[in-house]
């Protein structure tokens, strides 16, 4: 990446990338002051008038083709010689001083002269002028000419354009009271270093002036765009695990002059930079997760799924901050994904994460409470009684109305993961679900209860048979379906109730009763 480039006009030139002075900067060889009064004393002799002194052809054509150095008058191939001052700003022949006016208007001749090679080399020559802050480009044409070379620049791996870039967005040599480019400009160039800059190792020396020129224009520049553009190219040339990125992405959400779009923006950046454990990155997050912009959060919250290990100390560290937000934030989005944080953080049967959990399943809010429920059902462990008694205290309140009615729901499905056969207190929750109000809590009660309930447990058995004269006919029809799998094969009084039915009038019920009875056989 750091050879020789070549141009679409045909004319090879060397790249030497440099850091001077805490600036992005590098030219071609023989750009430095120095280098050029060395060059000074190494005059080019013995060349025909009539051949030009850079590519030894003939000087054919007219004034359009050719170009006097005004001064020195030596004669050379338009061309020629605006690639030569692309590499020295001194006259091929005699090595005298060529003014920037000069340089200038060879750049414009060719521009009026167009043609594919003279447009792209005349755009290259404007871009090393003003890259030394010698070229005054100004209104909106010529900003679109020098937009579509650092494209094609950018398009055509020249890394060589780095500096000249660079300057665009006020570094670089003889940049300093420079106006502020537009904004235009200033995001083609950090799109431009996006692509670029890339291709060099970290290593590279003038590695860390481009970060801290893409980190300074994520704080200070004051165009919406140019900052999402900076952010954009901060995360891809950065390395990951950089604390000063971390602070830097801090201070974007921090800024008050930051939208939504550039916060969002920033908490991507984020997620792409930080690395698993790091507090820095995951407090940075956390505070994103209070952001008011629902995009915001979203990209937060994902960002502390990847950086939450479960059971490590960083994580544990966050865990009193999740809960805390999971019982007070005003926002429901904010309460559900601290829980489902406390889920990613805490192991299995871990009391903190049980605690903050079960306190928020007397969150005003169905949906917070079915989070804490989701999370509770990974966090305890299978035969833990206190969990079976949350799960019964869910279940049986409040189901006499259809309210809530899915946390319920979720409480009953819960309960065979939890309780242990025989379980008393799961059966007798799982038997108030059979009556709720609600029928898909009733339906999701009978497939408990086959699971909960070992056969031949009497006082199990009795209460299906009461359900048997229940107003609601459903409830009849469940009851049968459960009792078949759950009552002793030698219980009489069950086999002489399922004989009633089965000779009663009721068909549903004659055929329900007559599954059960071909289960007690």
Not at 314 to 332: G, I, T, Y
Not at 362 to 378: F, I
């Amino acid at each position: 990446a750091m050879g020789a480039s070549q141009s679409n006009s045909g004319t090879a030139r060397t790249p030497l990338m440099y850091c001077v002075q805490g600036e992005v900067t590098g030219a071609p060889y023989g750009h430095g002051a120095e280098t050029n009064q060395a060059l000074r004393g190494n005059q080019v002799e013995h060349v025909e008038p009539d051949v030009c002194a850079v590519c030894l052809s003939g000087l054919s054509g007219g004034p359009a083709t050719t170009f006097s150095v005004p001064g020195c008058g030596h004669k050379f191939h338009t061309l020629c010689i605006a690639s030569a001052l692309q590499a020295c700003q001194l006259c091929p022949l005699c090595r005298g001083d060529v003014a920037n006016g000069v340089c200038t208007d060879i750049a414009q001749r060719l521009l009026a002269e167009g043609g594919g090679g003279c447009s792209v080399l005349a755009l290259e020559l404007l871009m090393d002028l003003r890259s030394r802050g010698q070229a005054r480009l100004e209104g909106e044409v010529l900003d679109d000419e020098i937009i579509d070379a650092i494209r094609r620049a950018s398009k055509q791996g020249d890394a060589t354009k780095i500096p000249a870039i660079a300057v665009f967005l006020g570094k670089g040599p003889g940049n300093m009271n420079k106006a502020k480019q537009s904004p235009e400009v200033r995001v083609a160039a950090l799109e431009a270093l996006r692509a670029l800059v890339p291709v060099f190792s970290s290593t590279w020396f003038g590695f860390q002036e481009v970060l801290t020129l893409l980190r300074g224009q994520c704080l200070e520049d004051n165009n919406k765009e140019v900052r999402i553009a900076a952010l954009r190219a901060l995360r891809e040339v950065c390395p990951k695990g950089e604390e000063i990125d971390t602070m830097t992405v801090r201070r974007v959400l921090e800024d008050p002059t930051s939208d939504s779009d550039v916060r969002q923006e920033a908490t991507e950046t984020l997620r792409v930079l930080a690395e698993k454990n790091d507090p820095r990155s995951a407090r940075t997050a956390l505070a994103a997760l209070l952001d008011k912009d629902a995009g915001v959060r979203s990209v937060a919250l994902s960002t502390l799924r990847s950086l939450c290990v479960r059971g490590s100390a960083e994580s544990n560290a966050l865990m009193s901050d999740f809960a805390k937000l999971a019982v007070e934030h005003q926002e429901v989005e904010v309460r559900c994904a601290a829980l489902e944080l406390i889920g990613h953080a805490e192991v299995e049967g871990g009391m903190f994460g049980v605690a903050a959990c079960s306190m928020a399943l007397q969150d005003r809010e169905e949906e917070v409470q079915l989070a804490a429920l989701a999370v509770l059902r990974r966090l305890w462990k299978r035969g833990d009684t206190e969990a079976v008694g949350t799960l019964a205290t869910l279940i049986v309140a409040g189901n006499d109305s259809l309210g809530r009615a899915q946390v319920r729901c979720e409480a009953v499905r819960t309960l065979p993961r939890i309780a242990i056969r025989p379980d008393a207190r799961a059966s007798s929750a799982a038997l108030a679900a059979l009556a709720d109000a609600d029928s898909s809590v009733r339906v999701e009660a009978a497939q408990t209860l086959k699971q909960v309930c070992e056969r031949g447990d009497k006082e199990v058995s009795m209460r299906l048979l009461a359900y048997f004269s229940h107003s609601d006919t459903e409830v009849q029809r469940l009851a049968l379906e459960t009792l078949g799998t759950v009552a002793s094969r030698e219980d009489f009084a069950v086999k002489s109730m399922l004989k009633k039915l089965i000779d009663g009038g009721d068909t549903d019920l004659q055929m329900l009763a007559e599954g059960a009875m071909r289960q007690l056989r």
